[in-house]
């Protein structure tokens, strides 16, 4: 029973379910670039966090690293209740970080870490810095991660 409670929610970062079709990477990768990124004199990293996902508790300390580190770009945190953001429309999993070159163009979207929770594992957010910083056209869809993600929920669109 231990087992299952404190493993339950490591999973791929792709959401899956039964009644779901294949994932589609590149049809992901073309909404994501239909979103009008904000543009700024550095970076901007998207945060998305989903406050009823268990996983969330280990990356919020995290975000504040990055946010100290990184104070002089643009955090943007988009949180799950907010039904407003145009942001979540790019939100698969949480907790999840898209990172905007200084362009706008998408340079990253996936986990903080490559380890089961945040602050487990290499830094991938420092990575993606590090790159941007030798060439301003890396880009990275990190999609095949595994640890402790939960699927986005699905906002219904009112009618």
Known sequence: ???????????????????????????????????????????????YIDDACSCTRFSLAHIEDLKAAYSENQHIVVRSSASDSIYQLA??????????????????YGPYTDGATCQQGDDLVEVVVQNLERDETFE?????????????PKNEDPK
């Open 1 to 47: 029973g231990l087992w299952y409670f404190f493993n339950r929610d490591i999973t791929s970062f792709i959401p899956s379910g039964a009644n779901e079709q294949p994932y589609d990477a590149k049809a992901y990768e073309s909404q994501l670039k239909t979103i009008i990124w904000p543009k700024s004199d550095g970076l901007t990293f998207i945060h």
């Open 140 to 152: 990275w869809l990190n999609l095949l991660s595994s640890g402790c993600f939960c699927a986005w």
């Open 91 to 108: 939100a698969m999993s949480s907790p999840s970080v898209a990172v905007i070159s200084k362009s706008g163009q998408l340079a990253y």
